[in-house]
């Protein structure tokens, strides 16, 4: 196996520069060491288009190809001197969901950026092509869905369909669109063509491993370096409508009141309820249900809510028990209209299979961690990545580094230098292994 040093301070500063390119002001007390900034950079603002421009001349600078589709996946190439032979990937996304920590999927990014500079510098010369993509919208925040890009690489979403997704941003009312589409946004970005396009070919990829950040406390609490992660969680999602009758909150009296947003309550706590009833049974913890968003209308402090949106993200690494948790939740809704005179709509975003990891590409890691000395651990991903949809299409696994006490989606999401240098090599000797197969 090849010495391999990481340049971890070069890549420690690119982290904390694309950090400050963020709708978000600086952090001034900072609350716990290493967090610096808050993070929103939500796909084709701006500040998302500031990091693509930003990346792309590091790229350039490294003496690496930089190719972008038409949905805006960016594909930083390093050739291999076998150009008939399919590549060997890394990658994941910049776009942070509003205030996100730093780390979520900047790891996996400058983190496969950086593992490509150290190999080149150490004189290592890849057979097979080795590419580092950053991957357009896996955060769900502005069109309702998560991983637009590698669901458009591994064709999980209709092109088309995906061309008409509606632009929900700004999202202080769910229920609130825009007007444009997907179609309109990007190619206002600047990114062109048909989507039809994006999909990979089988092949395109021998190989993929994407480094990422924990997002639990698993690693850390028991004191392991590195997860390899086995399988990934099924991710779902749904939106709701409640309509019910509002109107004057003085005038109008509370038996002729349907109220929404009493309702939406309810159906919030109904399916908390059921997918702590799955823990239970199955003594457990892979059941999650989130409400995150709420779009309240009219909205007036005076007024009587009459209709009210809801996003549920529900996930298991078990398909049936989520959707013997959804089941028990339509039952609650059913008889929640019944009872409180309300109507409720279902429209399902996403309803997503679980991803298993390449048996040899988790054997391959293994081998190199035993080599090199590195703690390890076989683990599920309960956070879903895009490499749940580049599993369509290649062989992938994941390398997860710890984060401090398992925060993620918060300013204080932290990982030290240390984890982020023992992944980026373990990262880097992953990928000259399967480079040379
Ligand atoms: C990814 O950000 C997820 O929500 O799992
Ligand atoms: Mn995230
Ligand atoms: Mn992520």
């Not at 150490?122 to 769900?140: C, D, N, Q, Y």
């Not at 064709?155 to 309109?184: H, K």
């Not at 019944?338 to 997503?352: H, M, S």
């Amino acid at each position: 196996m090849m010495t391999l040093t990481i340049n971890i301070e070069r890549l420690l500063h690119e982290l904390d520069l694309l950090a400050l390119i963020t709708d978000c002001p600086p952090i001034q007390d900072r609350p716990l060491p290493g967090t610096t900034q808050a993070v929103t950079r939500i796909v084709f603002t701006p500040r998302d288009l500031e990091a693509r421009a930003w990346l792309k001349e590091l790229v350039l600078a490294a003496g690496f190809t930089v190719r972008e589709d038409a949905v805006g996946n960016t594909f930083l190439r390093w050739e291999g001197t076998d150009a008939g032979l399919g590549a060997v990937g890394t990658g994941s996304h910049t776009d942070a969901i509003p205030y996100a920590g730093m780390y979520d999927g900047t790891v996996g990014v400058l983190g496969g950026l950086e593992a490509m500079r150290s190999l080149k510098e150490a004189g290592f010369v890849p057979k097979r092509a080795i590419e580092t993509l950053m991957l357009t919208s896996e955060e769900p925040t502005r069109f309702g869905i998560g991983c637009i890009g590698s669901r458009l690489l591994g064709g999980v979403i209709d092109p088309e369909a995906a061309d008409r997704m509606l632009d929900r941003l700004p999202e202080t009312d769910a229920s609130a669109p825009t007007g444009l589409t997907l179609a309109d946004v990007r190619q206002a970005a600047g990114f062109h063509g048909s989507l039809a396009g994006v999909k990979l070919p089988i092949g395109h990829y021998h190989a993929w491993v994407e480094l990422h950040i924990e997002q639990g406390p698993l690693l850390e609490r028991e004191g392991i370096e590195l997860g390899i992660v086995t399988n990934i969680a099924a991710p779902s999602s749904y939106r709701y409508t409640v309509e019910g009758f509002g109107g004057h909150a003085g005038a109008l009296l509370m038996p002729d009141r349907r109220d929404a947003l009493c309702a939406a309550a309810e159906m919030i706590l109904s399916v908390e309820r059921h997918a702590r009833a799955a823990n239970a049974n199955s003594g457990g913890v892979d059941t999650v249900a989130t409400i995150g968003m709420v779009g309240v209308y009219p909205g007036a402090v005076n007024s009587v809510p009459s209709r009210v949106t809801l996003i549920l993200d529900l996930r298991d690494t078990d398909v049936a028990r989520r959707d013997g948790v959804l089941s028990a939740f339509h039952a609650d809704i059913a008889e929640i209209e019944q009872r409180r005179g309300v109507k409720v709509q279902e429209e399902i975003v996403n309803a997503d299979a679980p991803a298993k990891s390449s048996e040899h590409i988790v054997e391959t890691v293994e081998t190199i961690c035993k080599a090199e000395g590195v703690s390890y651990k076989k683990m599920v991903s309960r956070a879903y990545h895009d490499s749940s949809f580049i599993a369509v299409v290649a062989p992938t696994a994941m390398l997860f580094i710890p984060s401090r006490a398992g925060v993620s989606h918060k300013p204080d999401e932290y990982s030290t230098p240390e984890s982020i240098a023992v992944g980026t090599r373990m990262l880097a000797l992953a990928l000259a292994k399967l480079a040379n197969e």
